[in-house]
């Protein structure tokens, strides 16, 4: 099967229902994306599928539908996952820094589709991703951080 994974294809030879999460980790040794709790609940391994963010511990390597973008992705690149990255520095959200990949994953992909969102919209888009570091305030001021720097270009 072949994937694209932060614009470069891989040919590999793997089952069709290999979680997606694996796939990165183990066949493509990309580790920013993180396994947790294996059941779509905690938001770490949270990746781009086509911009949309999904857990990847969730999808089959058989079902992914288009490019995949981790962490690991050239931010340079990608305009609103640079914001999300310098505004996540600017607000030193991590702590452990487990989570933080899939926060970024989940907060950039929101963005792209609303560079504006409200506390409620951010809270919402956010919710699937746990933080077992308690750094949710921070987070939303992050996520408004990026969304001011990607509206002002």
């Known amino acids: 099967m072949q994937i ?6 891989h040919e590999l030879d793997v089952e069709e229902d290999m979680p997606l999460l694996w796939v990165l980790r183990d066949e493509l040794g990309i580790k920013g994306v993180k396994y947790g709790c294996g059941i779509a609940q905690c938001g770490a391994c949270t990746v781009h599928i086509d ?14 539908w288009g ?13 609103v996952l640079r914001a999300v990255q310098s505004a996540w520095i600017e607000h030193q959200v991590a702590q452990c820094g487990y989570c933080q990949s899939g926060q970024i994953m989940s907060a ?13 919209e951010i809270d919402e888009a956010m919710r699937s991703n746990l933080c077992r570091c308690g750094t949710y305030p921070r987070i939303r001021e992050a996520v408004k951080s990026a969304g001011e ?3 002002e270009g």
Do not use: M, W, Y
Not at 51 to 61: D, L, N, P, R, Y
Not at 67 to 79: F, G, S
Not at 110 to 115: K, V, W
């Open 4 to 9: 694209e994974v932060n614009g470069l294809a």
């Open 51 to 64: 911009g949309e963010a999904v857990k990847s511990c969730q999808v089959f390597a058989g079902d992914v």
């Open 67 to 79: 490019e995949v973008t981790t962490i690991e992705a050239d931010a340079d690149e990608l305009p």
């Open 108 to 120: 950039a992909s929101l963005l792209s589709e609303n560079r504006n969102p409200s506390d409620t």
């Open 149 to 151: 720097r990607v509206r």
